[in-house]
């Protein structure tokens, strides 16, 4: 099963997370099948692109809730 998720990336006390469509039994930091976009906490900068994450979504994707709450702002 696939799920859209964070993937945390960064330094030490400055995380950087991306939006990743992966396979749901992968770790968290293992290979992602796409990078659907980055969500910045620190300048709370957000960069999603909507038409891949309906791409994997009409093919079964599931999204995760720290996703939809970045999606609703």
Not at 33 to 54: C, Q, R
Request: charged share 40%; no cysteine.
């Amino acid at each position: 099963m696939v799920i859209i998720r964070l993937e945390r990336k960064g330094k030490r006390n400055h995380p950087f997370y991306r939006i990743v469509a992966t396979d749901k039994r992968k770790k968290i930091g293992g290979r992602s099948l796409e990078n659907l976009g980055f969500w910045d906490p620190h300048t709370n900068e957000i960069s999603i692109k909507k038409d891949l994450v309906k791409k994997w979504v009409g093919k079964g994707a599931k999204i995760s809730e720290a996703v939809k709450k970045l999606m609703e702002k």
